[in-house]
């Protein structure tokens, strides 16, 4: 049952020996005690860390089990230290044990938080604080999100309001994780005058839209035009060179997505042309448009 130096502490006492001369039995020493042990004793503490781990919904967290040779999670996985990505807050079990079949348990609560943090920006052309006329556009754009849906109805990033009244615009910009945010922006209208005359955006022209603008190389294109022509569209670069073509694109579209970026940092110029005799005979058959490549 016994054996010095084993681990499990039982209590202290004297140790005998039978003296091989006359057999009497004789203490091994009257002034030395030893630490008597239980062989089969155990001594295994199971601990988990870090204990104040909090994660968001969609990432991961390390949790690390100690005290023994061999851990059995309540994921299945049998390693001291697991990746865990919960949906909910989530409590996690380990049981430790050692080479002597020694074993503890221990368990840790992950916490699991809702981080989500979407700030949508809205620009426009005109800018926001002008004053416009009755009867004028504006070219509204939403960035930030994967998905937007303004109060209009509308689920394109880029819409185009005309104007009567004084108005708000606002929109919901939801991410890649499912979080939303909102944003507004709000056009004056001047009563007292109304818009006329053909501008670079005149409602039978073409009307068009970039961004982000500067870039990495990855540009959004939208353009609109009341007569539902098909432009084409040519992109150069400072040398003159073009970069990039595409013909007959539909008008109306969703934004078309033109990837530049195997193209060197600087300016280039973004050509939309329709040869239709309407605006042939209106004198807008080209519009050209200012792109920056920034890495």
Same mark, same amino acid.
């Given at each position: ?53 909090? /994660? ?31 949906? /909910? ?59 937007? #849906? ?55 022209? #073409? ?30 670069? /400072? ?30 110029? #973004? ?7 309407? #605006? ?16």
């Amino acid at each position: 049952g016994f054996s010095i130096g084993s681990s499990g502490y039982i209590g202290t006492g004297v140790v005998y020996y039978v003296d091989p001369n006359n057999g009497h039995i004789k203490p091994y020493h009257p002034n030395v005690f030893w630490e008597l042990h239980d062989s089969t004793a155990c001594e295994i503490t199971a601990s988990i860390y870090p204990n104040n781990t909090t /994660v968001c919904i969609g990432s991961s967290a390390s949790i690390y089990a100690s005290g023994g040779t061999n851990y059995s999670w309540s994921t299945g996985a049998t390693t001291a230290v697991i990746t865990v990505t919960p949906s /909910v807050t989530t409590t996690y079990t380990v049981i430790v044990s050692d080479v002597n079949g020694c074993s503890d348990v221990a368990s840790i609560t992950v916490p699991v938080k809702n981080c989500c943090s979407v700030s949508p920006a809205i620009s426009s052309d005109p800018s926001p604080g002008t004053t416009l006329c009755a009867g004028q556009n504006a070219y509204i754009t939403a960035s930030g999100g994967l998905s937007y #849906l303004w109060n209009t109805g509308s689920t394109s990033a880029f819409i185009v309001a005309t104007l009567s009244v004084t108005a708000t615009y606002s929109v919901t910009v939801t991410d890649a994780s499912g979080c939303t945010g909102t944003a507004a922006i709000t056009f004056i209208v001047d009563p007292n005058c109304t818009s006329t005359g053909i501008s670079q955006f005149d409602a039978d022209a #073409l009307q068009i839209n970039i961004w982000p603008n500067p870039s990495n190389g990855m540009f959004n294109v939208q353009w609109l035009m009341a007569n539902g022509n098909t432009p084409d569209i040519e992109i150069y670069n /400072v040398f003159g060179e073009k970069v990039y073509s595409a013909e007959a694109i539909p008008i109306n579209h969703e934004p078309l997505t033109i990837n530049l970026s195997s193209q060197p940092k600087g300016i280039y110029f #973004l050509r939309i042309s329709d040869l239709s005799e309407q #605006l042939k005979a209106e004198g807008d058959v080209v519009i050209n448009k200012k792109i920056v490549i920034q890495k």
